[in-house]
């Protein structure tokens, strides 16, 4: 059996998703697992989540004759890669980091660099089916101060893009320490 094939059927087996699987050097095994999407119940993998799934795993792995010499179990974290039509669907309307496989080109029409690959903005479904981010290069407003009411808001930019023509997609790791919102 494949290392793919025994890790999926384990942890599906145990309620959980399989978000990614990484081996490295030094026989590093790390498998990063989710809770299935609920709309309306966010859910999140704590420590004893990931210590099931980590016994499970070494028994199966063991049973199977898979060399590895140390396995880590996970959440995927702030930045969860997305890889699946249901990974955008459950993340939509959020900020996420992408990285297109070719640079933009002629298709950037001079609205941003023809050799720009990645964009960070907030995840839409597109009008005409697929996905787009729409985002702003304005720079964020400083804490505290006012906001002129003769600068007008920065005009959205929007990219829209079919799930092949992506390298990566992450969310983006926003992390607000101050509880300051903009």
Same mark, same amino acid.
């Given at each position: 059996?494949?290392?793919?094939?025994?890790?999926?059927?384990?942890?599906?087996?145990?309620?959980?998703?399989?978000? +990614?699987?990484?081996?490295?050097?030094?026989?590093?095994?790390?498998?990063?697992?989710?809770?299935?999407?609920?709309?309306? =119940?966010?859910?999140?993998?704590?420590?004893?989540?990931? +210590?099931?799934?980590?016994?499970?795993?070494?028994?199966?792995?063991?049973?199977?004759?898979?060399?590895?010499?140390?396995?880590?179990?996970?959440?995927?974290? $702030?930045?969860?890669?997305?890889?699946?039509?249901?990974?955008?669907? #459950?993340?939509?309307?959020?900020?996420?980091?992408?990285?297109?496989?070719?640079?933009?080109?002629?298709?950037?029409?001079?609205?941003?660099?023809?050799?720009?690959?990645?964009?960070?903005?907030?995840?839409? #479904?597109?009008?005409?089916?697929?996905?787009?981010?729409?985002?702003?290069?304005?720079?964020? /407003? *400083?804490?505290?101060?006012?906001?002129?009411? *003769? *600068?007008?808001?920065?005009?959205?930019?929007? $990219?829209?893009?079919?799930?092949?023509?992506? #390298?990566?997609?992450?969310?983006? =790791?926003?992390?607000?320490? *101050? /509880?300051? #919102?903009?």
């Amino acid at each position: 059996m494949a290392l793919q094939e025994i890790v999926e059927q384990t942890v599906t087996g145990l309620g959980y998703e399989l978000v +990614e699987i990484q081996r490295s050097a030094g026989g590093l095994l790390r498998i990063t697992i989710d809770l299935p999407w609920q709309a309306g =119940a966010p859910q999140f993998v704590n420590v004893e989540d990931c +210590e099931k799934v980590t016994r499970q795993l070494q028994f199966a792995l063991e049973v199977e004759a898979t060399e590895y010499k140390r396995l880590e179990v996970s959440s995927p974290g $702030l930045d969860r890669p997305l890889r699946t039509e249901k990974d955008f669907e #459950r993340f939509a309307g959020q900020v996420v980091d992408i990285t297109l496989r070719a640079p933009m080109g002629a298709a950037a029409a001079g609205q941003v660099s023809p050799s720009r690959k990645k964009f960070r903005g907030a995840l839409e #479904r597109a009008p005409a089916g697929g996905w787009q981010i729409a985002w702003s290069d304005a720079p964020p /407003g *400083k804490p505290g101060r006012k906001v002129s009411k *003769k *600068k007008g808001p920065a005009p959205m930019q929007v $990219l829209g893009f079919a799930l092949d023509e992506l #390298r990566e997609a992450r969310l983006a =790791a926003i992390v607000d320490f *101050k /509880g300051r #919102r903009h």
